[in-house]
């Protein structure tokens, strides 16, 4: 069976293992691209959108962590 194309917000915060008002928060900035639907605008998001936006995070991570090296500490 295949994997629907939009997902609900509870069902991305539990792709990530966030709270869902997390989720809202990162639709709600842009952060996360979405979409409103019907008539209550209920948020989707589409599960390409989704491994993009991980994808990004990782490039994103290995960025922070090039430009912030772990530094050793001296033995006191």
Do not use: C
């Amino acid at each position: 069976m295949a994997e629907p194309r939009f997902l609900l917000l509870s069902e991305v915060a539990t792709e990530l293992n966030v709270s869902d008002s997390q989720v809202y928060h990162m639709v709600r900035s842009g952060e996360l691209p979405a979409i409103k639907i019907g008539g209550r605008g209920q948020w989707r998001v589409e599960r390409t959108r989704l491994e993009e936006y991980i994808n990004h995070k990782y490039a994103e991570t290995a960025e922070w962590v090039r430009d912030n090296p772990l530094v050793e500490r001296e033995p006191e």
